[in-house]
């Protein structure tokens, strides 16, 4: 068994701005990428009934799926990357859940008039 000392060693890391930080510590450091996204989706969610913290939540699960998947030799910057990402999420989840079909128009419409 592993003790938790062990554990940090088994930690995967990935290179992101400058240093090596586990899917944790990106978090951590990186969280308001988070708000940054979410709130470019709050006029559309506020109308199909969403408050910001079910959002917030939607935007996490897509950190997450944006760390696992960002790759710094494509040349992207993990801001931009996650940004990106979050937005692309929480539209997708949005359409799925709470208005039927995606319609990737509709919402963008919605959120930047």
Same mark, same amino acid.
């Given at each position: 068994?592993?003790?938790?000392?062990?554990?940090? /060693?088994?930690?995967?890391?990935?290179?992101?701005?400058?240093e090596?930080?586990?899917?944790?510590?990106?978090?951590?450091?990186?969280?308001?990428?988070?708000?940054?996204?979410?709130?470019?989706?709050?006029?559309?969610?506020?109308?199909? +009934?969403?408050?910001?913290?079910?959002?917030?939540?939607? +935007?996490?699960? +897509?950190?997450?799926?944006?760390y696992?998947?960002?790759?710094?030799?494509? +040349?992207?910057?993990?801001?931009?990357?996650?940004? /990106?990402?979050?937005?692309?999420?929480?539209?997708?989840?949005?359409?799925?859940?709470?208005?039927?079909?995606?319609?990737?128009?509709?919402?963008?419409?919605?959120?930047?008039?």
């Open positions: 068994m592993i003790n938790a000392s062990e554990q940090h /060693k088994y930690v995967e890391r990935k290179w992101i701005n400058g090596y930080l586990s899917e944790e510590e990106a978090f951590d450091k990186h969280k308001n990428l988070i708000w940054v996204a979410v709130n470019k989706l709050l006029p559309a969610a506020r109308l199909r +009934g969403i408050d910001e913290e079910d959002l917030y939540s939607i +935007g996490t699960i +897509g950190f997450i799926k944006a696992r998947r960002f790759d710094d030799t494509k +040349g992207y910057r993990f801001s931009t990357y996650v940004v /990106k990402s979050v937005w692309g999420f929480a539209t997708r989840q949005i359409h799925k859940y709470f208005n039927g079909p995606y319609n990737k128009s509709h919402i963008t419409v919605k959120c930047f008039t």
